[in-house]
C-alpha cells in the first residue's frame, strides 16, 4: 500500500509539526513512513533552498522563485518520492506544488496555467492522493512565526497583503477540489487541530 499525502497552508499553521508528529506515530504503529519537507527534501534541493530562503536575495523575480521550487522539486520527486512509493510506503511532505499555486500563482500573481503546465513537467504529472490544508488568517500566521527561536525567512518578509493572497488561494484551490482536500482549522489549539489531523488520516488508510 502507498499513500502520498501533503501538508500545506500558510506560515504559522502549525502543519510542520503536526506532520513530523503524525509521522512518528504511525511509525510506531508499524507503517514505513517517509518524511519530506518542500524547499529541499534532498541534498540538491536543500541547495536551491538555500538560495530560495537566503534574505540576502531580495531582487529575485516571482518567476525565477518558482522555477527553483519547481527545480527542487523535480529532484525530489525522482530521486525520493517515486521510490518510496514504489516500495509501498506512506509519504508525509510538507509543502507540495500547491504552494507554488498558492504563493506564486496567487501571491505573486503569475499565471495559474503557466504554473500548472510547469508543475506537470517537473512532477512529472504525480498527484498527491490527498492535501490537509491548515488554515490560518495571514495575520494570526505571521505573528506565530515571529515566536522566538523559529526561523524567518526571505518569504516571511513578503507584504501581509501578499500573505492574504496566499490564504485565500489555498481556500480556492481546496474548493475547487472538495473531494483531495480537507480543510482545518489552524486557528483553533495545536491538540484540537492534531486530532483532526490524525483522525483524517487514518481515514485515508481505511479506504485504501
Ligand atoms: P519554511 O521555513 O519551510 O516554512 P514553513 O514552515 O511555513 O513551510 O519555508 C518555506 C517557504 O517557502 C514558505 O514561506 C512557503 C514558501 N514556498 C513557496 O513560496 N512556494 C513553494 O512552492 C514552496 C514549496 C514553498
Redesign the pocket.
Known amino acids: 500500500m502507498s499513500l502520498f499525502i501533503t501538508f500545506e497552508g500558510p506560515?504559522g499553521g502549525g502543519k510542520?509539526t503536526i506532520c513530523r508528529t503524525l509521522a512518528g506515530e504511525l511509525q510506531a504503529t508499524g507503517y514505513q513512513v517517509l518524511v519530506l519537507?518542500?524547499?529541499g527534501g534532498t541534498p540538491i534541493g536543500d541547495q536551491v533552498r538555500q538560495v530560495l530562503?537566503d534574505k540576502a536575495n531580495t531582487s529575485m523575480t516571482p518567476h525565477a522563485e518558482f522555477l527553483l521550487?519547481s527545480a527542487s522539486r523535480a529532484q525530489l520527486v525522482r530521486q525520493t518520492i517515486l521510490p518510496a512509493l514504489s516500495a509501498g510506503q506512506i509519504v508525509l511532505c510538507?509543502?507540495f506544488f500547491h504552494?507554488?499555486f498558492a504563493?506564486?500563482g496567487f501571491g505573486h500573481g503569475l499565471n495559474l496555467a503557466d504554473l500548472q503546465q510547469v508543475t506537470e513537467f517537473a512532477t512529472g504529472g504525480l498527484h498527491p492522493h490527498a492535501t490537509l490544508l491548515f488554515d490560518i488568517d495571514a495575520e494570526s500566521g505571521l505573528r506565530r512565526r515571529q515566536k522566538p527561536g523559529l526561523?524567518w525567512?526571505r518569504?516571511?518578509d513578503y507584504a501581509v497583503e501578499f500573505h492574504r493572497r496566499v490564504r485565500e488561494g489555498y481556500l480556492q484551490l481546496a474548493s475547487a477540489d472538495p473531494n483531495h482536500w480537507y480543510v482545518l482549522d489552524a486557528s483553533q489549539s495545536y491538540e484540537r487541530v492534531l486530532a483532526q489531523a490524525r483522525q483524517h488520516i487514518a481515514l485515508l488508510l481505511q479506504n485504501q
Do not use: A, I
Open positions: 506560515d510542520s519537507r518542500e524547499p530562503m521550487f510538507d509543502r504552494s507554488s504563493y506564486q526561523e525567512n518569504l516571511d
